[in-house]
T-cell receptor
Framework: DSGVTQTPKHLITATGQRVTLRCSPR?????VYWYQQSLDQGLQFLIQ???????AKGNILERFSAQQFPDLHSELNLSSLELGDSALYFC???????????FGNGTRLTVT | GIQVEQSPPDLILQEGANSTLRCNFS?????LQWFHQNPWGQLINLFY???GTKQNGRLSATTVATERYSLLYISSSQTTDSGVYFC????????????FGKGTSLLVTP
């Protein structure tokens, strides 16, 4: 068990809808990362937060947004969903900087 | 951005065999991690190894940062070792994103 908790485990929704994925980092970790894993793109970095502030941005679509709350949990919001957004979404946390990342079990999103 | 190349892309072993997986990266890094993604999709931390050698049971890893590669050794493989092995690096001086290779897909047969 990595100590990173993601909910829900599975999500099935229709095109055009909006969903929210939730992540609780390991106790003591200040950084939260979001990654998307799809069959054709591999593991892609989306966005990172550190202690509530956005720190780095990757290949995150404008339809996607995230935030980190004062209790350090994070949410990833995906809107106007398309079939191509179907993927496994991972959250990871770390203490800070370049320290090791620990991944949650992911949320499998299916858009129909 | 930094390129992370893993080889081989696919590997089939018989139980009990040994193997070496390789990760080459195109630029200096601050951090290198190896992960195992099991058939259920979970990403398991294997090693945090920006340089040097580490061992954990039947697995060991070596990173030669000056030559920009890392090796993951699996000895006496078991069917539970099946899955995809990913190498991921934090490039020096370019933010805090862990960049993943495409992985090595390993199947261990009984």
């Amino acid at each position: 068990d990595s100590g990173v908790t993601q909910t829900p485990k599975h999500l099935i929704t229709a095109t055009g809808q909006r969903v929210t994925l939730r992540c609780s980092p390991r106790s003591g970790d200040l950084s939260v990362y979001w990654y998307q894993q799809s069959l054709d793109q591999g593991l892609q970095f989306l966005i990172q937060y550190y202690n509530g502030e956005e720190r780095a941005k990757g290949n995150i679509l404008e339809r996607f947004s995230a935030q980190q709350f004062p209790d350090l949990h994070s949410e990833l919001n995906l809107s106007s969903l398309e079939l191509g957004d179907s993927a496994l979404y991972f959250c990871a946390s770390s203490v800070a900087g370049h320290s090791p990342l620990h991944f949650g079990n992911g949320t499998r999103l299916t858009v129909t | 951005g930094i390129q992370v190349e893993q080889s081989p892309p696919d590997l089939i072993l018989q139980e009990g065999a040994n193997s070496t997986l390789r990760c080459n990266f195109s630029d200096s890094v601050n951090n290198l991690q190896w992960f195992h993604q099991n058939p259920w999709g979970q990403l398991i931390n294997l090693f945090y190894i920006p340089s040097g050698t580490k061992q954990n049971g039947r697995l060991s890893a070596t990173t030669v940062a000056t030559e920009r590669y890392s090796l993951l050794y699996i000895s006496s493989s078991q069917t539970t070792d099946s899955g995809v092995y990913f190498c991921a690096v934090f490039p020096q001086g370019s933010g805090y994103a862990l960049n993943f290779g495409k992985g090595t897909s390993l199947l261990v047969t009984p």
